[in-house]
Structures are given as structure tokens and as C-alpha cells.
């Protein structure tokens, strides 16, 4: 079995739960690729982990890599959705975070998990991409998201007026601090976080949700993810926030933007004890309440 191990950075205290890892893998004769910066950042003995295979970008990932295991937070794995791209190598998240939505193993858990992986008795989820066009190149060769889209002003600037269409017609024009695109996968991020709609992963949909709106009236809205959906910014600054998950550019009012649903998917595995029903449970606590 091939692995790849991907952490945008750990707590050296947490070395203790990484070497576990790599020692209950190795004991599978597994294969195993490591993200170079967490390889340098621990420096595992070699005499202990003689045959670990460094790797940094995307191209350096082979296709033939049974899973990716990332150890960290939500958004560590939104990083690693960027290195797999349409590879199709399934992604398990291990919560070295806090919320951990998408990252819902808990280090506790890993023995537990790699047994999971060792038998492939994991379950796998496909879950939809928001793809972004523009006139100008933005976010390098990544221009997707598994979480949302967003428009924002910049820091103190005034609020921005979002002119937003749906495949060519018009929907509304948002007077508002920002304007948010979420995914299914999304809906439990910063949509939820502005009072959108929590949406099932497979309902095949997009959720239009304005950040801080000037019109008391205005509301989220769920469209198919087969529209096209556009927009025109106007505003007294000339430039503004462009963002994908976590990353982000500025750019100026002149450019033109659309998002579409992408053409391929990221593959989730978790284990087949969490679903998306007691996730949402156990991270948003429901159910704690005693006199339910």
C-alpha cells in the first residue's frame, strides 16, 4: 500500500502521535511519502524510518497512491485538495486542529485508522469543486475550492456592490460586506458562519450567501451547481478580496469573474462509523440539550 503524509506544520509536542503513525503504517510494509517540510521540520531517525520518499508539489504525488492522511485541521485539508487535484488519491483527515469538520479522526484514533486503511474498510465520499474564471490568471494552477468562493472588501474599505448572475440573468445586486459561494461541502464553513444554510453533501448545489448585507431582507439562496454564476463589483476602492478556501488575491474592479461547478471531484475517506449526520451532531453539539 502507498501513503502520502501531508501537515502544513505541527506543535513539536505532537511528534509523539506523528512517529506512532509511521510506526503502525511501517508495521504494513507500507509504502510511504512525506510531505518534505514535516519530514525536515522532526527529523525522523533513519535508522528507525529508513524508507521514507520526500515530496513538495502536486507533480511529485503518483497517481498510484492508495490515500493522503493529513494531519492537522480543516485547513490543512483544503491544502491538500490543491496537491491532489484530479489525481482521484483519496484524502483522510486526522484532527490535530479544533472543529475538524472534514479532518473528524481524532489522533486518539489512529491506530484505529490505519488498521481501517491496512483493510480498506474506510468509505469513500465525492465531493463537488467550485472552479473560478476570470479574465486575469489568479491562484496559479489551483483555481478551485472544496469549500466556497468568496468576494470581500478590503480591511476598512466601504461595503461593495455585488451585481450577481445566474447563467447570463440577473439575480440581485448585494450591498454588502462580501459575497460567499459555498459548496455542500462548504455550507459548515464561513456560509454557516453568516447564517447560511447547512446543505447535504450530495445535494448537488451551490449556496449564494451575503456577508454583513446593507438590506435587512436579503438571505442566502440555494441554486443547482449547474449555473454559471457571475459577477460585476462596483465600489469607492479600486481593489478588492478574491478568495479561494484560505488563499486569497487582490484585485482590482475591473475584472471579470465566474465560478462554475469543476470538472472533477476530490475523494473524502472516513471511517465508516462517522458520517456526515453524527459529524454534524457531534461538532455542532445538537442532541446535548437534556431535555431532548
Request: net charge negative.
Amino acid at each position: 500500500m502507498k501513503v502520502a503524509i501531508y501537515s502544513r506544520g505541527l506543535d513539536f509536542e505532537q511528534e509523539n502521535p506523528i512517529q506512532l503513525l509511521l510506526e503502525e503504517l511501517m508495521r504494513y510494509d507500507t509504502t510511504i511519502f512525506i510531505y518534505r517540510q514535516l519530514l525536515e521540520q522532526f527529523s525522523f531517525p533513519a535508522n528507525v524510518f529508513p524508507n521514507l520518499i520526500p515530496f513538495s508539489i502536486s507533480e511529485e504525488l503518483s497517481n498510484d497512491i492508495d490515500i493522503l492522511i493529513s494531519l492537522g485541521g480543516d485547513g490543512t485539508m483544503l491544502d491538500a485538495v490543491t496537491l491532489v487535484k484530479q489525481k482521484n488519491i483519496p484524502i483522510l483527515g486526522i484532527n490535530f486542529g479544533r472543529l475538524g469538520f472534514l479532518a473528524s479522526v481524532s489522533r486518539d484514533e489512529l491506530s484505529i485508522a490505519v488498521e481501517s486503511l491496512i483493510n480498506r474498510s474506510f468509505h469513500i465520499e465525492k465531493r463537488t469543486l467550485i472552479h473560478l474564471d476570470s479574465n486575469e490568471p489568479l491562484f496559479g494552477d489551483a483555481p478551485f475550492a472544496l469549500n466556497e468562493f468568496a468576494i470581500h472588501k478590503r480591511d476598512i474599505s466601504p461595503m461593495v456592490k455585488i451585481h450577481t448572475y445566474l447563467n447570463g440573468e440577473f439575480l440581485n445586486t448585494y450591498w454588502a460586506d462580501g459575497l460567499i459561494v459555498a459548496t455542500p461541502t462548504g455550507s459548515t464553513g464561513y456560509n454557516m458562519s453568516c447564517n447560511g444554510p447547512i446543505v447535504f453533501p450530495e445535494s448537488s448545489s451551490f449556496v449564494i450567501t451575503p456577508v454583513a448585507p446593507h438590506n435587512l431582507n436579503v438571505r442566502s439562496i440555494v441554486v443547482p451547481d449547474s449555473n454559471v454564476i457571475s459577477f460585476e463589483v462596483e465600489g469607492r476602492a479600486d481593489q478588492f478580496i478574491c478568495a479561494l478556501d484560505a488563499r486569497r488575491e487582490i484585485v482590482t474592479k475591473t475584472i471579470q469573474l465566474a465560478v462554475r461547478k469543476e470538472n472533477f471531484c476530490i475523494s473524502l475517506a472516513r471511517l465508516n462509523e462517522n458520517n456526515f449526520l453524527s459529524t454534524l451532531r457531534t461538532k455542532l453539539t445538537w442532541g446535548l440539550d437534556k431535555r431532548n
